[in-house]
């Protein structure tokens, strides 16, 4: 099984106490909130995982439905959902097959989801990819944006994509497909070093377990590239 596949469905719990620490300086809702127009609208959260960006958003808008191949992330997130005290549906599907009508949302949003698709679909990643933006386009309402968060580096102190592939993936949005990038930190502060070691390791690997040690960081850096395309 793929190692991110086998947190997706295995370690859930696990994964949303790593994302608490991350982003202390709370750059991504404000980024949000600056380039997009999401109160009162119809929000569609692909790959919403634990609920990170439900929880964020679902207070500013009229309705936010999240969707997630991976049964235990969903059920992580119904958990958290009712720690918060709000209320979303969730519906288990393949983003590649988007169970809504045409122009069901106001906004379509991918966090951290499609590019996986890159490494999951090496010879047909593109027609993989291709899919769910089809899929994305065909739910949101005309003029509304389609909008796409993925990681640009995790203990990198400036932004890269993390290999090669994936950068070839954010290229393709860009040049093929007409996204535009912002580019923020969106930094890990945990208590201790150790907590800081202990929390990411089975996500990240050793090497950045390693890093972590040698720089005695507390505040992991992170960068972030948000793409956002109006139709």
Do not use: C
């Not at 958990?79 to 393949?94: C, G, H, I, T, Y």
């Not at 502060?189 to 050793?206: C, K, N, Q, Y």
């Amino acid at each position: 099984m793929d190692h991110f596949t086998h947190i997706y469905t295995s370690r859930a719990s696990e994964y949303h106490q790593m994302i608490a620490f991350e982003d202390v300086d709370g750059n991504l809702p404000r980024l949000l909130m600056d380039r997009l127009d999401i109160h009162e609208k119809k929000i569609l959260d692909l790959g919403t995982g634990t609920g990170r960006l439900s929880i964020l958003l679902s207070g500013r808008v009229e309705r936010i439905v999240g969707l997630d191949l991976h049964r235990g992330m969903l059920i992580e997130n119904a958990k958290l959902r009712r720690e918060s005290e709000q209320s979303w549906p969730l519906v288990q599907a393949d983003m590649r097959k988007i169970p809504f009508q045409p122009e069901a949302f106001d906004l379509t949003i991918a966090g951290w989801a499609i590019g996986h698709l890159r490494g999951w679909f090496e010879a047909d990643w593109q027609n993989q990819i291709r899919q769910v933006l089809l899929e994305m386009r065909r739910v949101t309402r005309a003029g509304g944006p389609l909008v796409i968060i993925e990681t640009l580096g995790t203990g990198s102190l400036e932004p890269v994509p993390p290999s090669p592939q994936l950068a070839e993936y954010y290229r393709w949005l860009e040049v093929d497909w007409g996204f535009s990038r912002d580019t923020i930190p969106t930094d890990y502060l945990f208590p201790s070093v150790e907590e800081s070691i202990a929390r990411t390791e089975f996500f990240f690997g050793p090497a950045l377990a390693n890093t972590i040690a040698a720089n005695r960081w507390r505040r992991l850096p992170e960068w972030t590239g948000v793409w956002i395309r109006r139709q």
